[in-house]
């Protein structure tokens, strides 16, 4: 009994350890300015504060001439309405939307390892070595939806497997 205490205490500590990882890594990335497609992410993110049924419905001058969001825009809504969440309780600066975006870092990081455990791995490494991949710091200092997505589909398969067994 108190072997199986400690070992899931053990695990516990470790899947903190690991969801911490990635806030710990990406944390000097916060006052990174928004870039490449990321202001495209927060205009329809402050339009969907403005008008939730009507989100790519903005005209943005973004080729050079103004133009609607949605004829332009090929990206799913999901991170925008994330940054609208966050930019309606934090704020529209770029740290605290990139702070917002820690947590599905986090995210992936937890379901690596979970992944891995289910799978017989070591969870530790299988997380640390997902997370300080340069791909996935680069997309993670970003405020695009690649880093959601990736926690999403980690979940997603997670919970595809659990309903298999």
Not at 76 to 90: Q, R, T
Not at 107 to 120: I, T
């Amino acid at each position: 009994m108190f072997r199986d205490n400690v070992h899931a205490a053990r695990g516990s500590l470790q899947i903190i350890a690991v969801a911490l990882a990635p806030v710990v890594l990406l944390l000097p990335f916060a006052g990174k300015p928004a870039h490449i497609d990321d202001p495209v992410y927060i205009w329809v993110a402050q339009r969907i504060l403005e008008s939730p049924l009507d989100f790519y419905g903005g005209v943005i001058n973004w080729y050079g001439a103004p133009m609607r969001v949605s004829e332009f825009n090929q990206n799913p809504p999901g991170v925008s309405f994330y940054l609208a969440i966050a930019g309606g309780v934090a704020g529209w600066n770029e740290i605290a939307l990139h702070l917002w975006m820690l947590l599905p870092a986090a995210a992936v990081s937890a379901g690596v390892y979970v992944l891995a455990k289910r799978m017989n791995a070591d969870g530790v490494m299988a997380a640390l070595l997902a997370v300080t991949a340069p791909g996935f710091v680069v997309s993670a200092s970003t405020l695009m939806a690649d880093v959601l997505m990736l926690a999403l589909y980690t979940w997603c398969v997670l919970l595809w497997i659990q309903g298999l067994d």
